[in-house]
């Protein structure tokens, strides 16, 4: 199967102002918007119906590569895989750079609760793609559990968090590891240089990997996800980084979930310090932390005194809200913060800079 040029796989106009309507981060599905008042609950009920509605009526997403069928060339590719009885949508973006003969990272990129594979592969809001293309890695964006068709308003079990994905148990590590395996067929993959990212709920979910999939995974950035897992025993040590802005009104800095979220869609969210003091403890690291990076804004702390090589890191914006560091992507009335690049802070933490 020929790609697409890479330069012109963008998703449609349309299918981004539905997503960017629902997909606010962990206000997984329309129905985690908040209610406000009476007459504004009345108002987003309403716009809510009229976008399921919307996405009923789209079809599924239609794969146009054989999930094994080797990928020569650069350029995008959708692919569809039936696991555990679902059928499965992922999005793969093989970069300018790549030349078969050469071993090539790759980067499992996942999306937001309510969001798609679609809205976090838009270069426009998160620039992964070009990021991909500058770096010479392998990006791939897999689809959530969606109760709809087109695979809209999906999430992922990421263990106590969130919504259908989690109330069904969908198997979303099964899903991932399936994935992986199949580029490992199709691609030059760097088998050292797996590693992955998510935003929200998606950074969620790259704890839950990072748990249950160590053998695979090398290393995790969520950005705006704190470890929610119900357990974790990781064979491995795993790399860290963890990127969140102090004034997150959804995942909170401290602890609990926002007011904008709907209590029985997501949890009662662990902090950012007890998540880095648990994955310090999982990577058995010790002494302080050393600051690594410092600017108007934003810092970050690294233990690099961890078992295996490990590493734990944590970067904190001052503002930026719920929402992607250096992205476009605004989530609610809060513009996200540009006092780091999430994509530069994390692809040189991934290399060992």
């Known amino acids: 199967m020929k790609a697409r040029d890479a330069s012109v796989a963008r998703p449609p ?51 146009d590569t054989d999930a094994k069928a080797p990928l020569t060339k650069p350029g995008d590719y959708t692919v569809t895989i039936e696991q555990g009885g679902l059928k499965r949508a992922y999005k793969v973006h093989v970069p300018v750079t790549y030349r078969p003969a050469t071993p090539a990272p790759l980067l499992v990129a996942m999306h937001g609760g309510g969001g798609s594979m679609d809205l976090q592969a838009s270069d426009a809001h998160y620039g992964l793609i070009s990021k991909s293309d500058r770096e010479g890695f392998v990006v791939v964006f897999p689809n959530g559990f969606s109760q709809l068709a087109s695979g809209k308003f999906a999430t992922w079990n990421a263990g106590n968090c969130c919504a259908a994905a989690r109330d069904r148990n969908a198997d979303d590590v099964g899903f991932i590891r399936q994935m992986v395996e199949n580029l490992f067929l199709q691609l030059n993959i760097d088998r050292q240089k797996v590693f992955a990212t998510g935003m929200s709920n998606g950074g969620l979910m790259a704890h839950r990997l990072a748990c249950e999939a160590s053998d695979l995974f090398k290393a995790i950035a969520p950005v705006a996800g704190t470890d929610n897992t119900k357990t974790c025993t990781p064979t491995n040590p795993v790399s860290v980084l963890l990127i969140h802005a102090r004034d997150d009104d959804h995942v909170l800095f401290n602890g609990g979930a926002g007011k904008p ?24 690291c010790t002494g302080a932390p050393q600051r690594v990076l410092e600017v108007p804004g934003a810092y970050c702390d690294r233990y690099v005194a961890c078992q295996g090589g490990a590493r734990v890191e944590l970067c904190v914006t001052e503002t930026g809200g719920h929402s992607w560091p250096g992205g476009t992507k605004a989530r609610g009335n809060k513009a996200g913060s540009t006092a780091i690049s999430a994509d530069d802070v994390m692809w040189d933490f991934f290399m060992g800079r």
Not at 16 to 25: E, I, S
Not at 33 to 43: H, I, M, P, R, T
Not at 261 to 269: G, H, I, P, Q, R
């Open 13 to 63: 106009l349309r299918t981004l102002f539905g997503a960017a309507l629902c997909a606010l981060g962990l206000a997984v599905g329309a129905t985690a918007l908040a209610q406000e008042d009476a007459s504004k609950g009345s108002f987003r009920d309403r716009m809510r119906q009229r976008l399921i509605e919307r996405q009923q009526a789209q079809p599924a997403p239609q794969g």
């Open 261 to 284: 979220l709907k209590a029985s869609t997501v949890t009662d969210f662990t902090s950012v310090p007890e998540t880095v003091s648990r994955w310090v403890g999982r990577n058995g």
